[in-house]
T-cell receptor
Framework: DAKTTQPTSMDCAEGRAANLPCNHS???????VYWYRQIHSQGPQYIIH???NNETNEMASLIITEDRKSSTLILPHATLRDTAVYYC????????????FGQGTTLQVKP | SAVISQKPSRDICQRGTSLTIQCQVD?????MFWYRQQPGQSLTLIAT?????????ESGFVIDKFPISRPNLTFSTLTVSNMSPEDSSIYLC????????????FGPGTRLLVL
């Protein structure tokens, strides 16, 4: 599975969009980009995943560059409850199952 | 999604003892996993719990230290054996759900402190 690089920490004002970048320059053609978050003292929560097209769900949007070497997770209207560690993970969907977690980005949403 | 429960939610144990952690899911799942999160660190996969057969362990983890059982599709246990303070961590189970194998769901975790 390809390695990812994320900033260690970011701040965002409440109500504004939070844009969390991720670099995955060695991604393979059959690898998906996944985003999870871990709110303090809880288990990780699935947010969204995609292969090459942009994706949107009720939680967030995922923008993947055309060359697939980087992506951005967008929380359109951040709230204080979005304060968490956000993990960008690249993996082959299907048989392997396992997720390789990096250190993630600590997002602090401030009032 | 799947509702995942873990027991106990937390425990304080003496070194040299063992603790068995249970993971129960409310629906049939295709795969179950056990992760460890040491203080201030990210998650590390311990093993894949296979139904009816021995678990598949990741590098650095062995069956004698972390025996795992999975007697059916919705239940698994992880035992932390002969504990030392270095085993103080959060232990999490996760699952992939039938029909949604592309997504992994995590339990709330078991917080273990070894004195």
């Amino acid at each position: 599975d390809a390695k990812t690089t994320q900033p260690t920490s970011m701040d965002c004002a409440e109500g504004r969009a939070a844009n969390l970048p991720c670099n995955h320059s060695t991604i393979s053609g059959n690898e998906y980009v996944y985003w999870y978050r871990q709110i303090h003292s809880q288990g990780p929560q699935y947010i969204i995943h995609g292969l090459k097209n942009n994706e949107t769900n009720e939680m967030a949007s995922l923008i993947i560059t055309e060359d697939r070497k980087s992506s951005t997770l967008i929380l359109p209207h951040a709230t204080l409850r979005d304060t968490a560690v956000y993990y960008c993970i690249v993996r082959v969907a299907g048989n392997t199952g396992k997720l390789i977690f990096g250190q993630g980005t600590t997002l602090q949403v401030k009032p | 999604s799947a509702v995942i429960s873990q027991k106990p939610s937390r425990d304080i144990c003496q070194r040299g003892t063992s603790l068995t952690i249970q993971c129960q899911v409310d629906s049939q799942v295709t795969m179950m996993f056990w992760y460890r999160q040491q203080p201030g660190q990210s998650l590390t996969l311990i093993a894949t719990a296979n139904q009816g057969s021995e678990a598949t362990y990741e590098s650095g983890f062995v069956i004698d230290k972390f025996p795992i059982s999975r007697p059916n599709l919705t239940f698994s246990t992880l035992t932390v054996s002969n504990m030392s303070p270095e085993d103080s961590s959060i232990y999490l189970c996760s699952v992939e759900v039938e029909g949604r194998q592309e997504t992994q769901y995590f339990g709330p975790g078991t917080r273990l402190l070894v004195l």
